[in-house]
């Protein structure tokens, strides 16, 4: 190392024979020393032993792209109706689901081919493909990744990258905002799952070839983890838009759903469980009434005797949802939560479950689910006070004593 280069302030970054790649960011967290360490305080022979642990850089990163790929892979993330390949039966039933949900005449999915867009499931007959490009709502909102209202709805698969198809929805009645926010979510977490699954199609070929640069890996990790932390996002933005859908359609004044998730995390946090529990319980009081969705609106708006086709539909509403949610890769850890909701820890549940056998998520969700109820208006009666609530409970033998602990100390 030169002394006069030295005296003219270059840095030791820049000067060191041991570091590799004119890297000195990454020869820093080589070392694991952090977000930022002053180059001044970097002695020679600290720099040769960053040198040394980051020589072997392109087999590390490499090693970080497969931990990546074994979490983040097609199975883990492509969302509703655990999507495996690009089959036109699947796609058809995501269009059925959606239809179904909706209750709208129609629903379309696109998928774009080259120069244009190629349907790849729907409910009914329509166009085989269409043009992209500003004539037809279709087009339109796949070239400006934004929502088109006209004869039809159409609704981009768009993520920060870009567009890979359509939704379309027909109907011949107006569309509640919420159902429309709901297909959006559908639409952006698709996007971004098909997206992450071709980057991660590119990756395993960047592995596989011998003569790919430590910068081409660099490059293909940002764009990884990009779009990991987008699908996180994105996930949690579906489940509230679904669950703002199930209280809608159920007629909820006030948002029942996110109230008892709201009470759920905290009585979580109150017992300090880790942040993946917490999540999983929050998602489960979202979903708590998840088969209320596949259920048509004039069911929740009768104010007569149900007949018994409505009301078995009502019974069997939850046994709808549980499959529903199995085949929503991410959230099918939800299941025990939701499925055991209604089991009592006194053991007068529907199964009978008693005690510690009903899993702990699903006591934290009753008891918060029942207070919520309590505490909210009805239209057969007004609202109790949070006092009166938690007195009735704590009167009966049917919640979980320590969760019903938690409830009082992060509502008093």
């Given at each position: ?8 302030g270059?840095?030791?970054f820049s ?18 020393l952090?977000?930022f ?11 040769k032993k960053?040198g ?6 392109k ?12 979490i ?27 239809k179904?949900?909706l ?8 998928l ?15 166009e ?9 709502p279709?087009?339109?909102a796949?070239?400006n ?14 993520c ?11 109907n ?6 919420g159902y ?23 990756t ?11 910068s ?6 940002a ?18 838009n679904?669950?703002h859908?199930v ?15 709201n ?9 300090k469980?880790?942040e ?10 979202l ?13 929740f ?8 086709e ?24 939800v ?22 056998s ?15 109820a ?5 239209p057969y009666r007004?609202?109790?006070s949070?006092?009166?609530?938690l007195?009735i409970m ?17 509502v008093?």
């Amino acid at each position: 190392m030169k002394k006069e280069e030295k005296n003219n302030g270059v840095s030791l970054f820049s000067q060191s024979e041991y570091l590799i790649g004119q890297d000195p960011i990454e020869e820093i967290f080589a070392l694991n020393l952090g977000d930022f360490i002053a180059e001044n305080l970097i002695s020679e022979d600290l720099a040769k032993k960053i040198g040394a642990n980051a020589k072997d850089k392109k087999s590390g990163l490499i090693s970080q792209l497969k931990e990546l790929i074994s979490i983040y892979s097609m199975q883990n993330t492509l969302s509703i109706l655990s999507i495996d390949s690009n089959k036109e039966a699947i796609f058809t039933s995501i269009a059925h689901s959606i239809k179904q949900m909706l209750e709208v005449e129609n629903c379309s999915i696109y998928l774009e081919d080259t120069d244009k867009l190629r349907l790849v499931g729907t409910v009914s007959d329509v166009e085989q493909s269409l043009k992209i490009d500003e004539t037809t709502p279709a087009g339109k909102a796949f070239l400006n990744g934004e929502t088109v209202f006209e004869d039809v709805i159409a609704v981009p698969m768009h993520c920060n990258l870009k567009s890979v198809g359509v939704i379309v929805l027909q109907n011949n009645s107006e569309i509640n905002e919420g159902y429309i926010n709901l297909v959006e979510s559908i639409a952006i977490l698709f996007a971004t799952s098909m997206t992450l699954q071709r980057t991660i199609d590119e990756t395993n070929k960047l592995i596989e070839d011998e003569s790919s640069t430590i910068s081409e890996l660099q490059h293909i990790r940002a764009e990884l983890t990009a779009l990991i932390g987008d699908l996180c996002d994105y996930q949690q933005n579906f489940v509230e838009n679904l669950a703002h859908a199930v209280d809608t359609k159920g007629g909820y004044k006030v948002f029942h759903s996110r109230n008892t998730a709201n009470t759920a995390r905290k009585i979580c946090r109150q017992l300090k469980l880790n942040e993946k529990t917490t999540d999983l319980i929050y998602y489960a009081g979202l979903l708590q009434n998840i088969g209320k969705i596949a259920l048509p609106e004039e069911i929740f708006a009768s104010t007569g005797k149900l007949s018994p086709e409505d009301l078995k539909k009502i019974q069997e509403h939850s046994n709808i949802g549980v499959h529903f949610l199995m085949n929503i890769n991410f959230l099918s850890e939800v299941v025990p939560y939701i499925t055991y909701q209604k089991e009592r820890y006194d053991g007068s549940g529907p199964e009978g479950l008693k005690g510690q056998s009903i899993p702990f998520g699903s006591r934290i969700i009753a008891v918060a689910d029942v207070y919520c109820a309590m505490t909210s208006d009805r239209p057969y009666r007004k609202a109790m006070s949070k006092e009166q609530a938690l007195e009735i409970m704590k009167s009966e033998t049917k919640w979980d004593p320590v969760v019903l602990n938690a409830l009082w100390e992060v509502v008093k």
